[in-house]
């Protein structure tokens, strides 16, 4: 996907992606990465997600990334939180306590950004991307994650060829991580036409 095509999205209000609670699967599932309260956690293309907000409330130190500059200060205009904004290499940072969100693009990032961080949640990140960029994302992901990390990823699976989202087989999930992690299919539900399935990803 282009950043152009994302930047629209925003611009235009197109983004029904953003849920108005927090990830039900998120909180019945997290648990099982048994993290302690003051790990950080990363949330690739996080939009202005509220789940980055329940995670700081566990206590964890979140590090979020994001394309789009508005919906960077939409978070935390909507949030209450008050940033404190400055220049990072390629990115722009707004950060307040036990919150990073960095503006600028996930390709991007540095192994040492990312050195610390011990949980990863994905929503709505690796099902938004098409087939090839999903490959480049999981190679990313790897070639950033320090060892010992664990991930929840929930993905969609349904009969529709065009996307975002874009439906991800249980098979693509495997061959995708298998390589670095163990892959354990921990639950979902049917929602509508789609499947959505929950996974750990751990080492
Ligand atoms: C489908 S939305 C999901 C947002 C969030 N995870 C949620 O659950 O609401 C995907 C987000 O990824 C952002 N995005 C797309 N490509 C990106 C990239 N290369 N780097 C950082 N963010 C990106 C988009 O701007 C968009 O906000």
Redesign the pocket.
Known sequence: ?E?DF?HQ??SEGR?G???PEV?AYLVSYWERLCLAGGDKVF???????K?MLWLRDRGHDVLG????PS?CLDFFAESGLVAETGDAVKFISHRCENLNLIC????ALSKESLADVKGVYD???LV?LPKDMRADYANKLIELLPKGVKILLVTLEFDRPQG??FSVSGEEVNSLFEPRFKVKRLGGAVDGDRQEVVWLLSD
């Open positions: 996907m950043h994302w999205k925003w983004i992606f953003h849920q990830n949330v690739p293309l996080c939009g202005k997600s789940d990334v994001e394309l789009n919906a600028g693009d996930f390709f929503r709505a990140a938004a975002p989202p």
